[in-house]
């Protein structure tokens, strides 16, 4: 069988067409009532002027900070949603996978201010990616991960392990994808390993929803 981390992107290979047309015609409420405005006001409070967007899928964070005159850089592992970034306006995007990245085969620039990871982590093994970029990050610069809130989406299983999102209630043909669940301590361990301290924690919440769309980390390097 293959390992959940090839089958995860195996699946945005298959879904890319269905999550292109998800993300622009906005038909993800939680996006757009809440976690896309979280991720950007925590980008746009660092005020920073050159930005990494990791896992950039079909590059909607890219285009909005490019919007606000930032400089901003995508990468992300599928071919797909690479080209529909640039054809949507972004110059700056490549296709390498974490994989690839974690190796240095491919060179993604360095010294930036943030690096952001919207709904982008998903695999087991985050500590060499999350390493690896704390390398790219110029002096002050920090990391703003927005996750699924570990609570919200424990389903009653409060423990790390792969699980699997089935898009059901997504419109389209789509391929189920493995996911990483990990509980708050393990998402703070991992930054820990991976040399940065936590700046700042958040739960981005719609005030009629009784439970937190997100979980949102800004880290900055350990010095
Ligand atoms: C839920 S989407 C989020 C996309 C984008 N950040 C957004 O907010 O719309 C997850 C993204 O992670 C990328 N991804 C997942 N695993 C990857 C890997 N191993 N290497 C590179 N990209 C990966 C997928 O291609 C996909 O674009």
């Not at 919007?67 to 490549?94: C, F, H, M, N, Y």
């Not at 690839?100 to 201010?113: M, N, P, Q, T, W």
């Not at 392990?161 to 509980?183: L, S, V």
């Amino acid at each position: 069988m293959p390992a959940p981390e090839s089958t995860l992107l195996q699946s945005w290979h298959h879904n890319a067409q269905p999550w292109i047309e998800a993300i622009r015609s906005g038909s993800i409420e939680s996006r757009q009532q809440v976690t896309n405005q979280a991720i950007l006001l925590a980008a746009l409070s660092r005020q920073p002027e050159r930005v990494l967007d990791l896992g950039c899928g079909e590059g909607w964070l890219l285009r909005t900070l490019a919007e606000r005159g930032i400089e901003a850089v995508g990468v992300d592992g599928d071919a797909t949603l690479v080209e529909a970034a640039r054809a949507a306006g972004s110059a700056q995007v490549q296709v390498a996978s974490y994989e690839a990245l974690v190796e240095a085969e491919v060179d993604i620039g360095s010294g930036y201010d943030l690096i952001c990871a919207n709904f982008a982590l998903l695999h087991q093994d985050i500590i060499p990616l999350l390493t690896a970029m704390n390398a790219l990050l110029a002096p002050g610069g920090a990391l703003v991960i927005q996750t699924l809130h570990p609570w919200s989406a424990a389903a009653g299983v409060y423990q790390d392990g792969w699980r699997e999102e089935t898009f059901a209630g997504f419109k389209g043909q789509w391929q189920p994808m493995p996911w990483y669940f990990r509980t708050l301590s393990s998402w703070l361990n991992a930054l820990d390993m991976a040399g940065f301290r936590l700046a700042s924690l958040q739960e981005p919440q719609h005030p009629q929803s009784p439970v937190p769309q997100s979980l949102l980390l800004v880290a900055e390097p350990r010095g």
